[in-house]
T-cell receptor
Framework: DTAVSQTPKYLVTQMGNDKSIKCEQN?????MYWYKQDSKKFLKIMFS???????INETVPNRFSPKSPDKAHLNLHINSLELGDSAVYFC????????????FGPGTRLTVL | AQSVTQLDSQVPVFEEAPVELRCNYS??????LFWYVQYPNQGLQLLLK??????LVKGINGFEAEFNKSQTSFHLRKPSVHISDTAEYFC?????????????FGQGTRLTINP
């Protein structure tokens, strides 16, 4: 059984398009996250939701909008895609306590042409 | 603000040799430290974590790390590596946020095991 799943795994699109990445976790966790990993493998947190409430919102262009329809899902919508958005996007989840392990999805590789 | 520095971007070693991946952190408050591993084309997986207590922490796959407060370090070690340990390794520090955990990652160290 997949704990944290993301769709799609690969996404190739043109500049200016709007796209969404979906994430689902079946671990019963309260908290979900989105991370961006750039071409140099640097990982940076973008957003976090706890029980559908946004609690971490890093300095991210407002073209990026997370949406959490329920505790098990956290989707990432990106408007007006730019070349610099090309990266691997990881979803993760954790129990609500602060210092627990985060469980990561397999990643979505976004390529903007 | 918290930050993490991984001193080596790449570490090549021979199979069955020991390895140490170095990590230094800076933080003005108590820290909680983690090592994650990323195998090729996969997500991250927790190797081990230090929250409190014993400064020597044992993790999965034979890895261990030592928290050194005076040197602000959390180096990762394994006495004998295998080809399957080839991966990217990330050190991270966290600042707890109510209901969540904000991980700040280092730049990563690519461990390459040669036969």
């Amino acid at each position: 059984d997949t704990a944290v799943s993301q769709t799609p795994k690969y996404l190739v699109t043109q500049m200016g398009n709007d796209k969404s990445i979906k994430c689902e976790q079946n671990l019963g966790h309260d908290t979900m996250y989105w991370y961006k990993q750039d071409s140099k493998k640097f990982l940076k947190i973008m957003f976090s939701y706890n029980n559908k409430e946004l609690i971490i919102n890093e300095t991210v262009p407002n073209r990026f909008s997370p949406k959490s329809p329920d505790k098990a899902h956290l989707n990432l919508h990106i408007n007006s895609l730019e070349l610099g958005d090309s990266a691997v996007y990881f979803c993760a989840s954790s129990p609500g306590h602060r210092y627990n392990e985060q469980f990561f999805g397999p990643g979505t590789r976004l390529t903007v042409l | 603000a918290q930050s993490v520095t991984q001193l080596d971007s790449q570490v090549p070693v021979f199979e069955e040799a020991p390895v140490e991946l170095r990590c230094n952190y800076s933080s003005s408050v108590s820290v909680y430290l983690f090592w994650y591993v990323q195998y090729p084309n996969q997500g991250l997986q927790l190797l081990l974590k230090y929250l409190s207590g014993s400064t020597l922490v044992k993790g999965i796959n034979g890895f261990e790390a030592e928290f050194n407060k005076s040197q602000t370090s959390f180096h990762l070690r394994k006495p004998s590596v295998h080809i399957s340990d080839t991966a990217e390794y990330f050190c991270a520090v966290t600042r707890g946020v109510q209901g969540a955990q904000k991980l700040v990652f280092g730049q990563g160290t690519r461990l390459t095991i040669n036969p």
